[in-house]
């Protein structure tokens, strides 16, 4: 089991002829991904490699069902195709996308919502359910199937602590990346919630960074509401308040949304949460009793 | 992005509101001139991007020409907070009857532009949030149907304003909800917005934070303060770098932002005191990193550098070239420790065998290596 993707999913890539939208989608087929159509305005009629072109969302969910979809096209560019993917009744639209303007996606966020369908990201590296599926830009070699689910904010530190996971055994159901933008269509409580009902999840590991209080309402989640164990890390301790470090959403406003606030919340909601990258593979061993 | 005052109001003026007449001076002279021209006391005003002005003794009342000349002499050349101030706002003065607070801001955990207002205006609301939280009063707008009046109306009942500038109040406050949607701002922010001893209302300050991510629809980078900027920071930006100077004397060079903090934090961890923070993003181009370690170097504390790469689907062995042809262009004598993982890390290793490097396979091992070779 898993969680959002897996052999069943079909998926749909958005700005498939772009360079990103090429190299990624030969990338998840490489992975055994089920990309069974692209969409280019203009460009319908033609062939990616072995997969068919579509000039909108709505033709080719009609002629492929598809079912998923990973968004590949540049900021200016994203909403709309956020929009018509979801208009075209795909139940899963991941944006990876960096750069989308924060006042748009306050409405967007809205419109997924009320149309019954779910955004991950933007500014998100996408999913994984190892041995599966795999939507987004995620190295697939890291990833191993397991028990263990992964919510993180963040990309190559994501990727870090997948690859110790594996490395130490511990194989994963779905490893999420939520994205790294203030904000996103999916939460932390979000993905929690998912993993929870996932039977094949053991136990959850949640990535976080400085910035907002995503953490900290996951925290109260954790406590009310989480039967299975959670560890997490929070990067950012060393980051001074007021500088945006890298992504939109990191940053500290004032002497709110600190890692050292973060960490704590956690911390009193039960939470095992570590010290580096490695010690959240030490931590997730000890909560599974391996 | 922080704009200036006077930026925020020239922005503002446009939708109509009560902002006292100004003027922008960066000389004394300039000043007297605007004094002059206004005929009435004027506050002369610091132009820097940040908070606490006036307790620095950067804001002055002037009664005359005179004053406003010598108050923009004092003011001009100050350092606030590592600030050096190098323009001023000369304003008409205001009388001050009472002061309030209100803002729109885009609020991360609703998901809506979130319009504040309070009665307890002209200090810091971060600070009024933390001791009197419930005297900030906050309403959502709709995120498809905007801010409306009776909302606005609600905050000026619970702030008090007395029932004739209610009116007023809520064409401010639709004002401020505009320009968020209109200028991509994630902040504007008015405090004081005061009541004139005479019974008018005024803006008598202005803030704006304009979000990066719209920059490709606004023309942000002519409002951008080059001169306030951090030389490295302004070039790593003109790069494509994310780069943030901190204090200590380990530099990294990393790819990703998460896996930068987290690197960070663990040469803290291990004693050690980083001396940026710096995302070189994907691909690890040779000109990107040859820049990075242009700028890491030109902090004369830095003792050695830390490069943290998780290549993923980026090749190592590119990533490798990329650093080696940096350093033929970066030469250097600070010890450099590397780590490189991903798709063909052995290779990329082997590459770098030539340079005079110290190769780490685990995150730890270098954080610990970096800290220890920076000691020597």
């Known amino acids: 089991m898993s969680i959002l993707v897996d052999r069943t999913t079909r998926l749909l890539v958005q700005g498939i002829t772009g360079r990103e939208g090429q190299f990624h989608t030969r990338q998840m087929i490489a992975y055994g991904t089920k990309v069974v159509a692209g969409v280019t305005p203009g460009r319908g009629g033609q062939m990616m490699d072995d997969v068919p072109v579509f000039n909108s969302a709505k033709e080719a969910v009609r002629t492929t069902g598809a079912n998923t979809s990973v968004i590949f096209v540049p900021a200016p560019f994203a909403i709309d195709a956020i929009i018509e993917n979801v208009d075209a009744g795909l139940g899963l639209v991941v944006c990876i996308t960096e750069g989308i303007p924060t006042i748009d996606m306050l409405r967007t966020y809205h419109y997924v919502r009320e149309h019954g369908a779910r955004l991950v990201g933007p500014n998100c590296p996408g999913l994984i359910t190892p041995g599966e599926c795999k939507v987004g830009i995620m190295p697939g070699y890291i990833a191993r199937p397991g028990p263990v689910g992964l919510v993180s904010r963040s990309g190559t530190l994501t990727y870090e602590v997948v690859n110790h996971l594996s490395q130490a055994g511990l194989g994963q159901t779905t490893c999420l990346g939520i994205g790294g933008d203030p904000i996103i269509g999916t939460s932390f409580i979000d993905a929690l919630s998912l993993f929870e009902a996932d039977p094949a999840t053991e136990a959850v590991v949640l990535i976080g960074e400085i910035g907002g209080s995503d953490e900290e309402q996951a925290a109260a989640y954790i406590a009310t509401s989480m039967s299975k164990p959670v560890v997490g890390f929070i990067a950012g301790r060393t980051a001074p308040p007021g500088k945006r470090m890298g992504h939109a959403g990191a940053i500290i406003s004032g002497s709110s949304g600190t890692a050292v606030e973060k960490m704590r919340a956690l911390a009193d909601a039960g939470v095992n949460v570590a010290e580096s990258p490695a010690e959240v593979a030490t931590l997730v061993a000890k909560v599974l009793g391996r | ?376």
Not at chain 2, 16 to 44: M, S, W
Not at chain 2, 123 to 132: F, G, P
Not at chain 2, 190 to 206: K, Q, T
Not at chain 2, 221 to 238: G, S
């Open chain 2, 1 to 376: 992005m922080n704009i200036h005052e006077y930026q925020a109001k020239q922005l503002l003026a446009p939708y109509g509101l009560p902002i006292p007449r100004f003027g922008v001076a960066d000389t004394p002279a300039e000043a007297r001139a605007i004094a002059t021209a206004f005929g009435v006391p004027v506050v002369v005003k610091a132009q820097v991007l940040v908070g606490g002005r006036g307790k620095a003794g950067g804001v002055k009342l002037a009664n005359s020409p005179d004053e406003a000349e010598a108050a923009a002499r004092l003011i001009l050349g100050m350092n606030i907070k590592g600030n050096v101030v190098r323009r001023v706002l000369v304003s008409e003065a205001i009388d001050i009857g009472k002061e309030y607070y209100l803002g729109a801001i885009i609020d991360r955990a609703s998901k809506r532009v979130v319009v504040m207002a309070s009665e307890e205006g002209g200090v810091e609301i971060e600070q009024v949030a933390a001791l009197r939280p419930e005297k900030i009063i906050r309403v959502q707008a709709d995120p498809f149907l905007g801010l409306f009046d009776y909302q606005a109306r609600e905050l000026a009942y619970a702030v008090g304003l007395p029932l004739n500038l209610v009116g007023d109040f809520v064409k401010v406050a639709k004002s401020l909800y505009r320009a968020v949607t209109e200028w991509d701002a994630t902040l504007v922010e008015i405090n004081p917005l005061v009541m004139a001893a005479n019974g008018a209302l005024w803006a008598l300050d202005a803030k704006m934070v304009l979000d990066d991510n719209s920059a490709f629809r606004h023309e942000f980078e002519q409002l951008r303060d080059v001169e306030a900027e951090d030389p490295f920071e302004r070039e790593a930006r003109e790069m494509g770098i994310s780069y943030v100077k901190l204090d200590g004397n380990i530099g990294c060079v990393v790819n990703g932002a998460g896996l930068a903090m987290a690197t960070m934090d663990l040469i803290k961890l291990k004693g050690g005191e980083p001396a940026n923070f710096l995302d070189i993003g994907g691909g690890a181009k040779a000109d990107t990193v040859a820049a990075a370690l242009r700028i890491i170097l030109s902090d004369p504390k830095v003792k050695a550098v830390l490069f943290n790469i998780f290549g993923g689907i980026t090749r190592c062995d590119e990533v490798a070239r990329g650093i080696l042809s940096a350093l033929e262009k970066v030469p250097t004598k600070v010890p450099l420790v590397v780590r490189l993982v991903g798709t063909n890390e052995k290779e990329g290793r082997e590459i770098l065998k030539q340079a005079d490097m110290i190769t780490a396979t685990s995150m730890d091992e270098a954080a610990a290596l970096v800290v220890e070779v920076s000691r020597k």
